[in-house]
């Protein structure tokens, strides 16, 4: 989503640009810098050309600046325009405010500023915040406790950033949206994000709901609105943060794809020693299965997909009611007692996800988090987080990290379900044997479905849409490679339950019309596939339940591991991305996509 950096120090608009071009893997649409020179001047760069377009405003020696702020923006409010990008400012030019989240009563508030004689020039409702904030400047607050007092007059969510380029000063607050602050020991860091900084800095502070953080000359102060209060404690930047994908491709989607048999490898090697004796589920501190009538799993995209497939593990394994429930819509859902909540998100800062959490009975519900943040908004508002180790993902649509919040789900999952009375053993047994195959079937997929996906994407790149089929646990598949297709390729893809395919979706299928069917060993598949055919419909099967290693073919199970044929989102991703690339769609940087929604 947005991304916020700042810095006072020296050289602070280079800092904050380089801090800035870390998180522009989020997906934005604008981006700009406001920094004060040493000499007591201001510069102020905005553009829609991406962030390293910024360096040309910024030629006039940017390493004598002291503070700056950065930004990225995706769109909420406001067009996409060159004036609608942040750091936006106040009548004077001496104010500028970069922000991420809504301000709800906006409207409300511009009105007011209106009728008090302020200038607002932009469509964007962050603009009500640097008025506001040169409102209180003006009769002599500081700038943390202007920014305090502005804060009490808003509603919605932000993470709201300031610099006074007459003093120098910085000013951070945050509610509802992430904001960390970090001392490199010459100066001080504010993000959105831990990846901004994590180069720079060992460790690092998170601002929680309503924290105000000051930085001038007399060092960073850490208060509330009424009240001073002693520094966030710190966290560590996790070593994991800097391992960014590399290797033979020039964009980071397909390199992703080819690192996920090791992230599964680094998954399976961290969590899997812990299943057998319970100590994976007891180390999180969640209570016994047999006290948990039903799990709910909640998520948005990818992430609710990697849900479904979890559920799929406490459904088959341990015969548990599960249902897998869309972040968005949960505030109409009815929650029973004894709810195990497993809140899905990548980046831990989904607001949707958050917004749902909100909608929990007091008590009803014990909530895991699995995340790829674990300092992240979801991680410290759960009972218990669980790390999925995928490591930085730089391509919005996600890849690795789909894979490793399985797996990560399916290590917790077979834990706890190892002691419960009501696990089928034998199913365990399989599942366990299944995990440690799972790197390797992945690496299988990925030799023989890389130069068949290519040929695919050269023989379709014409067709206009794509349908996707699967059964049981083969659909959650189905699924994640409609949705791959439809972010890389801006092509429609529909995925549907194989046998609903006769109940309607069928009158989609004429001559040519590619079908992707997901195999999951299910033998009805043959009919569906029948039906298919019979319309002159071109079926690609993938999941096959054979795998040639070294050589040699082997035939796999039938009936696969109760979270599903994992291997066969590989030829799925890599078709996606084919074919984006065909069409030169920018396969890392989806258009209207961003990587960490913080807007509900």
């Known amino acids: 989503m947005c991304g916020i950096t700042a810095f006072r120090g020296p050289s602070a608009a280079t800092r904050a640009h380089e801090a800035l071009a870390r998180l522009e893997y989020r997906g934005y649409d604008s981006a700009g810098i406001a920094a004060r020179r040493s000499d007591g001047t201001a510069v102020h760069v905005r553009t829609l050309s991406g962030v390293a377009a910024l360096v040309m405003g910024l ?116 509610h509802g949206s992430p904001l960390i602050l970090a001392d490199t020991g010459d100066g001080v860091y504010l993000a959105s994000d831990v990846g901004a900084v994590a180069p720079f800095v060992s460790a690092f502070r998170v601002l929680e709901d309503d924290d105000v953080v000051d930085i001038d000359a007399e060092g960073t102060r850490w208060h509330r609105a009424g009240g001073s209060r002693r520094p966030r404690g710190l966290w560590p930047v996790p070593a994991i943060s800097l391992l960014a994908s590399s290797g033979r491709h020039t964009d980071h989607m397909g390199n992703e794809i080819d690192e996920q048999p090791i992230v599964a490898r680094r998954v399976l090697d961290a969590l899997s020693p812990g299943i057998r004796d319970g100590a994976l589920w007891n180390r999180l501190g969640l209570p016994p299965l047999e006290n948990v009538d039903r799990v709910a799993v909640l998520g948005c995209g990818t992430s609710l997909h990697a849900g479904r497939a979890l ?81 930085p993902e730089i391509g919005v649509a996600a890849t690795k990290t789909f894979v490793a919040q399985v797996l990560t789900g399916a290590c917790v999952a077979l834990s706890g379900l190892w002691s419960s009375p009501r696990a089928d053993a034998a199913t365990l047994e399989a599942d366990f044997t299944a995990l440690a195959g799972t790197p390797d079937a992945l690496s299988g997929a990925l030799h023989a479905w890389r130069d068949r996906a290519a040929e695919l994407a050269g023989d379709l790149v014409t067709a206009s849409g794509f349908l996707f089929l699967g059964r049981g646990a083969g659909l959650v598949y189905a699924a994640e490679g409609a949705l791959k297709l439809k972010e890389l390729s801006y092509r429609w893809a529909e995925p549907h339950a194989a046998g609903e395919l006769k109940h309607g979706p069928l009158a989609l299928v004429d001559a040519g019309t590619p079908v992707f069917v997901v195999d999951d060993g299910d033998p009805r598949l043959d009919v569906d596939i029948a039906e298919v055919q019979a319309r002159a419909g071109r079926v690609i099967r993938v999941g096959e339940r054979s795998l040639r290693v070294g050589g040699l073919e082997l035939q796999l199970p039938r009936r696969g591991p109760s979270w599903g044929p994992l291997e066969s989102v590989i030829p799925l991703q890599l078709f996606a991305r084919e074919l984006a690339l065909r069409l030169e769609r920018n396969v890392d940087k989806p258009r209207n996509l961003a990587k960490s929604v913080t807007v509900a």
Do not use: K
């Open 59 to 174: 030629e006039r020696d940017p390493d004598a600046t002291t503070a700056a702020i950065g930004h990225t923006r995706w769109a909420t409010h406001g067009g996409v325009s060159e004036r609608n990008a942040h750091p936006l400012e106040d009548c004077g030019g001496r104010l500028y405010v970069v922000h991420n989240g809504i301000i709800e009563n906006a409207d409300v508030l511009r009105e007011r500023l209106r009728s008090a004689g302020h200038r607002l020039a932009t469509d964007v409702d962050t603009e009500v915040v640097v008025h506001l904030l040169e409102e209180a400047v003006s009769v002599g607050l500081d700038l943390g406790r202007a920014l305090a007092d502005t804060a009490a007059l808003m509603e919605g969510s932000w993470a709201v950033v300031v610099l006074d380029t007459r003093t120098g000063a910085l000013a951070g607050t945050a």
């Open 311 to 391: 559920a799929g593990v406490f459904a088959r394994a341990g015969h548990l009611p599960t249902r897998a429930l869309t972040a968005s819509e949960a505030g109409h859902e009815v929650w029973e007692p004894r709810t195990l909540v497993v809140a899905m998100s990548q980046s831990g800062e989904t607001a949707d996800v958050l917004r749902a959490l909100d909608g929990l009975p007091s008590g009803h519900a014990t909530v895991l988090a699995l995340t790829n943040n674990t300092a992240s908004s979801l991680a410290r508002r759960a009972d218990a987080v669980i790390d999925c180790l995928a490591g």
